[in-house]
C-alpha cells in the first residue's frame, strides 16, 4: 500500500521560508515522478512542481518558478519543495503526490498524501 505523509507545514509571514517533506513508502521510490500540488478552499487542486526519477527533469509552475525548489532523496524515500519568498496567494493545502509516468505537469497523478496546511500572512 503506497504512502505519502507530508510535513513541514505552518504559518509564516510574507517573504519568508519553509520546507515540505514527503516521506514515501509501500512503491519502489525510485522509479516514481514525485510532485507537489496545493489547493484552496473552492479550488480545484493546482499543479505546483515536479521531478522525475532522477532528478534530472522537473517542472515548476509559473507561479512559483524562482521561489520554490523541488528535490528528491532516492536513498531515503523523500521529497522536498523548498519554499522561499513566500506571498498571501501560496496559502493552501501542499499535497504531495507519485505517478509512474516519468514526469507530469497536470493534477492527474496516482498517489496522493493527505496534504500540509501552509498559511501565508502579509
Known amino acids: 500500500q503506497v504512502q505519502l505523509v507530508e510535513s513541514g507545514g505552518g504559518l509564516v509571514q510574507a517573504g519568508g521560508s519553509l520546507r515540505l517533506s514527503c516521506a514515501a513508502s509501500g512503491l519502489t521510490f525510485s522509479r516514481y515522478a514525485m510532485g507537489w500540488l496545493r489547493q484552496t478552499p473552492g479550488k480545484e487542486r493546482e499543479f505546483v512542481a515536479a521531478?522525475?526519477?532522477?532528478?534530472?527533469?522537473?517542472y515548476y509552475a509559473d507561479s512559483v518558478k524562482g521561489r520554490f525548489t523541488i528535490s528528491r532523496d532516492n536513498a531515503k524515500n523523500t521529497v522536498h519543495l523548498q519554499m522561499n519568498s513566500l506571498k498571501p496567494e501560496d496559502t493552501a493545502v501542499y499535497y504531495c503526490?507519485?505517478?509512474?509516468?516519468?514526469?507530469?505537469?497536470?493534477?492527474?497523478?496516482?498517489?496522493w498524501g493527505q496534504g500540509t496546511q501552509v498559511s501565508v500572512s502579509s
Open positions: 521531478i522525475n526519477w532522477s532528478g534530472g527533469s522537473i
Open positions: 503526490a507519485a505517478d509512474p509516468a516519468p514526469i507530469r505537469n497536470d493534477k492527474f497523478w496516482d498517489y
